[in-house]
């Protein structure tokens, strides 16, 4: 095994067939669209579940994404590689997509690795077959027009964060649109993910305590 296959390699070697409490990707689409019977058949019979130990690459820059991935367990950050510094781009946990999402819809190399920060497990769509539920069913379109409506509203929400001058500000709107994660993410990777260092994020999360502590005790 090479490092640059693997994070298809963990996908491949943990494949299974659906089980039970895992999410079914008809599921998640009839959140956004109502899927027919035969559509929703149609998309569940072409997933499977798959599994990635802490710390391992689910995609590696210049690898190209094969899958879509709903994440059943676990937390995945995408990052870039500037010089000797890795930039965490975004953080997502359960019940969201992952992908290197220009690298699935294009079948060309990612610009961004990804990697699991728990032991995660994921229900995994081949991107052939999601162009064939394209094909087939007029309302698997419709519901993934709506998904990807919510991240490129997602995309905006990144994009607005790293433009947030002052660090608090910028924390704090973290905390809005992220709350699930302040807690359980590591540190130097909510830091990089705030474009501010691990010092500067654990004095604003020291004087954020202190001043619950304060209001607490009056």
Same mark, same amino acid.
């Given at each position: 095994?090479?490092?640059?296959?693997?994070?298809?390699?963990?996908?491949?070697?943990?494949? =299974?067939?659906?089980?039970?409490?895992?999410?079914?990707p008809s599921a998640f689409?009839?959140?956004?669209?109502?899927?027919?019977?035969?559509?929703?058949?149609?998309?569940?019979?072409?997933?499977?579940?798959?599994?990635?130990?802490?710390?391992?690459?689910?995609? #590696?820059?210049?690898?190209?994404?094969?899958?879509?991935?709903?994440?059943?367990?676990? !937390?995945?950050?995408?990052? !870039?590689?500037?010089?000797?510094? +890795?930039?965490?781009?975004?953080?997502?946990?359960?019940?969201? @997509?992952?992908?290197?999402?220009?690298?699935?819809? =294009? /079948?060309?190399?990612? @610009?961004?690795?990804? /990697?699991?920060l728990e032991d995660s497990?994921?229900? %995994? @769509? #081949?991107?052939?077959?999601?162009?064939?539920?394209?094909?087939?069913?007029?309302?698997?379109?419709?519901?993934? #027009?709506?998904?990807?409506?919510?991240?490129? /509203?997602? %995309?905006?929400?990144?994009?607005?964060?790293? #433009?947030?001058?002052?660090?608090?500000?910028?924390?704090?709107?973290?905390?809005?649109?992220?709350?699930?994660?302040?807690?359980?993410? /590591?540190?130097?990777?909510? %830091? =990089?993910?705030?474009?501010?260092?691990? +010092?500067? @994020? =654990?004095?604003?999360?020291?004087?954020?305590?202190?001043?619950?502590?304060?209001?607490? +005790?009056?």
């Amino acid at each position: 095994m090479t490092p640059s296959i693997e994070g298809l390699y963990f996908v491949e070697k943990t494949k =299974s067939s659906l089980q039970a409490g895992s999410l079914l990707p008809s599921a998640f689409l009839n959140v956004f669209h109502q899927l027919s019977d035969k559509a929703a058949r149609f998309i569940d019979s072409k997933a499977f579940t798959c599994s990635i130990p802490k710390g391992k690459f689910l995609v #590696r820059h210049g690898q190209v994404c094969p899958y879509i991935f709903l994440v059943n367990r676990g !937390i995945f950050r995408g990052f !870039i590689i500037e010089g000797k510094a +890795e930039i965490t781009t975004w953080i997502t946990a359960e019940n969201d @997509l992952v992908s290197s999402i220009s690298s699935f819809f =294009s /079948q060309t190399p990612s @610009l961004e690795y990804i /990697q699991a920060l728990e032991d995660s497990e994921m229900t %995994a @769509l #081949r991107f052939e077959d999601l162009e064939a539920a394209y094909q087939k069913f007029p309302e698997v379109n419709v519901a993934a #027009r709506l998904i990807f409506q919510k991240i490129y /509203q997602q %995309a905006e929400q990144r994009a607005y964060l790293t #433009r947030i001058t002052k660090a608090s500000t910028r924390y704090a709107y973290f905390q809005e649109i992220q709350p699930e994660l302040v807690n359980r993410v /590591q540190l130097k990777y909510v %830091a =990089s993910h705030l474009g501010m260092t691990l +010092e500067t @994020l =654990s004095r604003l999360r020291s004087a954020i305590s202190k001043t619950y502590n304060e209001k607490v +005790e009056k």
